[in-house]
């Protein structure tokens, strides 16, 4: 959203302002208004290494039995053949049927009021922190949520190690 709304590609351009876009915006020194800027003042405001850096992010990462996403996966669709549209935007049909991938899918954009743990190999990972709950991490390595609530600085850590265990 954020490249095609500073006229560099990507798609939902219109939905970039709308959610988070204006705050964005702010940070890099655009005065906040109503409206959203021309593609051209929005461009200037972005570093060149800024925009290399938005270009260059992946759509997944697969590593040690996980498959990281932001919205889900396509059942029954392969990881490297999934559709841009699906990995960014699907919702009922990842989250309702089995996927049948072999990595457990570690995702976001539906959100939960705590970490979700799919009995399908499913691991949820936004709580709400946009909409006044938490902002919420993974150590799989450790087995550890790491989680703060909005508006704070202190973050709680708990074991999730044996809710990890039963996804594999």
């Given at each position: ?78 990881l490297v053949e999934q559709s841009r549209e699906d990995l960014?935007?699907?919702?009922e049909e990842f989250l309702l049927v089995d996927h049948r ?14 970490a979700w743990f799919g009995g399908e190999r499913r691991i ?45």
């Amino acid at each position: 959203m954020f490249l095609d709304f500073i006229g560099e590609g990507g798609a939902n351009k219109q939905a970039f302002f709308h959610n988070g876009g204006a705050q964005t915006l702010v940070s890099y020194g655009w005065g906040e208004s109503d409206r959203a800027p021309s593609a051209d003042v929005a461009h200037a405001l972005v570093p060149e290494r800024h925009r290399e850096f938005f270009r260059r992010l992946v759509l997944f990462h697969a590593a040690e039995g996980f498959a990281f996403v932001h919205a889900g996966v396509r059942p029954g669709v392969p990881l490297v053949e999934q559709s841009r549209e699906d990995l960014l935007w699907i919702d009922e049909e990842f989250l309702l049927v089995d996927h049948r991938l072999d990595e457990t899918v570690v995702f976001g954009h539906t959100s939960y009021r705590d970490a979700w743990f799919g009995g399908e190999r499913r691991i949820g990972l936004d709580t709400g922190c946009v909409y006044g709950g938490r902002l919420s991490c993974i150590d799989l390595t450790e087995g550890l949520l790491y989680q703060v609530r909005r508006g704070q600085k202190t973050a709680t850590k708990r074991s999730v190690a044996s809710e990890i265990d039963l996804l594999r």
